[in-house]
């Protein structure tokens, strides 16, 4: 096996395994750790349904983001639209045969990484531009947008300026997912931007990009609101307490 | 009037630019040791307070999902910056919420993340140095828990569970704030914020007995301690004598009378409000909460209803029967607990009590969301019904009502400045210049209605607008209660 073959394929082991098992890690605990009061933020739903619903909106359309800032909004939803629709096309990668979806997806894919870039600037530009969010930023805040970036660019300069072999990149990944490796191909561009999509997989769990299953925990958003005893809502003798709450009563 | 800058109101809001460190100075009072005591915290700073500080965020971790994920899941993309009263009052970056916020999560950072603990410089993350605790003792405490910043985070972010999270770790070590416990040790020991005893209660309620006498010619009771009554009603003790909360005491015994229901007051849980959610202290909060519990046991009511209070409609309503319940010895047909403005709209909506609206010809009148009520609580059995039924109970007591504009009422509406445990003397400037958004509002409204009172259903509110409102040339009466309003206005001896 090629050296380089070698490396990125211990590479993406580690990053997927790190990647999985940092977010199973925060998940669970997001997951025990109680929520010992109701505090949705209100207005809020008072079933279960209406709960979904509204954490549909915020996450399909980021409704309170958009009641909050149509800049952030728009660069927000550009970005993170642009990357869904990226991630999507980049399944054909993944999967043989492609799924009948993906090949759907991947005319837009293909164009959807330029709205990803424009986001991305438009964010960035804030941290500079708008003293408070100049403010409020750090190192790290530019670094993971100057990821971002540079994995959309690497991505986009090898779709529209210098062609990759996409065929062994391709036998390369499936190799990889059924312990049967196969060559990479050791185009500069290709192996800048698998390592900077490794390095991303790695420090999802351990910053910031914890708000995608942190959003999902969020009791303001996720509660339903029905604390009180109230006919149609909540029996008289039931209560929401949490475990260490309960051990108060004794 | 002031030793301090007073804020211009301009003719349209402006988001200011960021002036550091401009509000560093203002720091409440530290409780004495006496105070602290009652509470069961220490009564100076320990003397390994940073160990404790550390140890205390950890648990708090472990015992507050929200906590947990919101310090986890902010991505600082400022959508927050420019929503709190306090920053567009002061210019001050460290109210903006993502900056207060961040005052804890870059010590939660440095001892509870991996990148904090390695690679603290990058993320931002520093040590739990004094400075930085007295950071968090200024800071924290310029924030009124209002919950604004959290209807505009894309993930729901609520700077009001941090902040009671740092006061409860700085209570630990023994730094509290003297306004806040003071008051929750003497609930414990007399039964209200006031301090004010049985016997002085009973009597400040005979004399609104014959004030509402000497006014209506028509009999009113006030009882107090009246075991067998239908209801209890739990209301804020500035309620008994502060202006013009007392006003509205007088509007709900009125209410009371002319619906035939037979309510008291009781002097053992003679306060709604509990300042132990202030503070964070879930035990505190509970002690409070039990009183509630134990006084509708002793006096066998069947009903809990809460008198007009933010705050205090926000633990009644959403964490009374967590902390205090069950409440299955109380009547399954009626929510525990209720709102005295549900009790008073379901009323007026069956043509129970009878109002005459000319009776408040005299006043223009607009209308205050009180923040916890606004976002932390409900009224009736629909979403936003607490924006809906004060309006109604309003419009069903006067001619002439015109809300304030919408980006300051319902859920968007700025708190009155002197919310969570704010409302002290030795806060002023902050409450001053945290009015500021309210402020404005109300001079659209009158310039352009010309609306000449706002009705509040909040004790806090109540008292900040009375202090408040003179410094931005408003005259102090020009805040009344909802309840007085149906005061002025229910037609007494109407109903048999």
Not at chain 2, 143 to 168: H, K, L, N, W
């Amino acid at each position: 096996m090629p050296f380089w073959t070698i490396v990125y394929a211990l590479l993406f082991y580690i990053a997927t395994a790190l990647l999985v098992g940092g977010l199973a890690y925060r998940i669970r605990i997001y997951a025990k750790t109680p929520a010992p009061l109701k505090i949705p933020t209100t207005p809020a739903p008072v079933t279960r349904q209406g709960v979904v619903l509204r954490m549909f909106r915020e996450v399909a359309f980021f409704e309170s983001l958009f009641r909050s800032n149509k800049w952030i909004w728009i660069f927000g939803y550009l970005f993170h639209f642009g990357l869904f629709l990226v991630l999507a096309r980049h399944l054909r990668y993944f999967t043989h045969p492609v799924w009948f979806w993906v090949d759907l997806v991947q005319p837009f894919g293909k164009y959807a990484a330029f709205f990803m870039v424009i986001g991305l600037l438009g964010l960035w530009a804030r941290r500079f531009l708008v003293d408070r969010v100049r403010y409020i930023s750090v190192l790290s805040d530019h670094l993971m947008l100057a990821l971002l970036v540079a994995i959309a660019m690497t991505g986009l300069s090898m779709d529209y300026l210098s062609h990759t072999d996409i065929v062994s990149l391709k036998a390369f990944f499936l190799g990889l997912m059924y312990f049967n490796w196969q060559p990479l191909p050791e185009d500069p561009l290709l192996l800048v931007h698998l390592a900077l999509v490794a390095t991303l997989m790695i420090i999802f769990p351990i910053s910031k990009l914890l708000h995608a299953p942190g959003v999902f925990f969020s009791p303001t958003r996720n509660q339903i609101d029905n604390p009180r005893a109230e006919p149609g809502l909540r029996a008289h003798d039931s209560r929401h307490i949490a475990p260490w709450a309960a051990e108060l009563d004794r | 009037m002031a030793d301090f800058e007073i804020p211009q109101l301009k003719e349209y809001p402006v988001i200011p630019k960021i002036h550091e460190g401009v509000m560093a100075h203002s720091k409440p009072f530290v409780a004495k040791q006496e105070f602290q005591g009652a509470l069961g915290f220490p009564g100076e700073l320990v003397d390994n307070w940073q160990q404790v500080a550390i140890d205390k965020m950890g648990e708090l971790n472990g015992k507050y999902r929200s906590l947990q994920v919101f310090l986890d899941s902010c991505v600082k993309c400022g959508a927050c910056t420019d929503k709190c009263h306090y920053y567009l009052g002061t210019s001050d970056p460290k109210n903006m919420p993502v900056a207060r916020q961040d005052l804890y999560r870059k010590v939660y950072r440095r001892y509870y993340t991996f990148a904090g603990k390695y690679f603290p410089k990058l993320v931002g993350a520093t040590d739990l140095t004094k400075e930085v605790l007295d950071d968090w003792y200024s800071y924290f405490h310029q924030c009124s828990q209002c919950r604004r910043c959290s209807v505009f985070c894309p993930y729901g972010i609520d700077t009001a569970e941090i902040s009671m999270a740092a006061r409860e770790v700085m209570d630990a070590v023994g730094i509290g704030q003297k306004y806040c416990n003071e008051i929750i040790g003497k609930v414990y020991k007399i039964g209200n914020n006031l301090g004010l005893p049985e016997p002085a209660l009973a009597d400040t309620l005979e004399g609104l007995e014959e004030d509402i006498e000497d006014d209506t010619g028509v009999a009113v009771k006030l009882p107090l301690d009246q075991k067998g009554a239908e209801v209890l009603l739990v209301t804020p003790s500035a309620d008994f004598f502060a202006e013009p909360h007392v006003d509205g005491l007088m509007g709900y015994a009125k209410v009371f009378h002319e619906a035939g229901i037979s309510w008291t007051l009781s002097s053992y849980a003679s306060e709604a409000a509990n300042f132990g959610m202030f503070i964070g202290s879930y035990e505190n909060m509970r002690k409070l909460s039990l009183r509630v519990r134990e006084a509708a046991l002793e006096l066998g009511v069947k009903r809990i209803i809460f008198g007009e209070c933010g705050h205090a409609w926000r633990v009644a309503y959403s964490f009374l029967n967590t902390l205090a319940g069950p409440f299955d010895f109380l009547d399954p047909k009626y929510p525990v607990p209720q709102h005295i403005l549900e009790f008073t709209h379901d009323l007026i909506q069956r043509g129970g009590i009878t109002l005459d609206k000319s009776a408040n010809d005299d006043m223009v009148l607009t209308f205050h969301d009180s923040c916890n009520i606004a976002r932390a609580s409900r009224m009736g059995s629909k979403p936003g019904g607490q924006f809906t039924i004060p309006r109604e109970v309003i419009k069903a007591s006067c001619n002439h009502f015109y809300d304030m504009p919408q980006d300051t009422i319902h859920d968007a509406t700025y708190c009155c400045g002197g919310g969570g445990g704010l409302l002290t003397d030795d806060l002023m400037e902050l409450r001053v210049k945290g009015a500021l958004p309210r402020m404005e509002a109300l001079k659209f409204v009158v310039e352009n209605y010309g609306v000449t009172h706002m009705a509040a259903i909040c004790a806090i509110c109540k008292s900040q607008f009375t202090k408040v409102l003179p410094y931005y040339g408003f005259g102090m009466d020009s805040i009344v209660s909802v309840h007085q309003l149906v005061s002025n206005a229910i037609v007494m001896g109407n109903k048999q």
